[in-house]
């Protein structure tokens, strides 16, 4: 049965850490499969946000 696309074993993930990395933050969570303890979900989060051009618009409006 074939792995799904945002699946990796233990295996998978000691040899390629940082595709594993890359993947969370392009496509979304990452699920680690271990078959001794369950499972981990690797994600990532932009610590700062991309600002709002409605709200730059909206509060600070354009200088003419």
Do not use: Y
Request: net charge negative.
């Amino acid at each position: 049965m074939p792995r799904k696309a945002n699946e990796w074993t233990i295996e998978e993930v000691e040899l390629n850490v940082l595709k594993l990395l890359e993947a969370a933050r392009i496509n979304g969570p990452q699920r680690i499969v271990d078959p001794l303890n369950g499972f981990f979900i690797v994600s990532h989060t932009n610590p700062q946000p991309k600002p709002s051009i409605i709200k730059f618009l909206v509060e600070d409006g354009v200088d003419e």
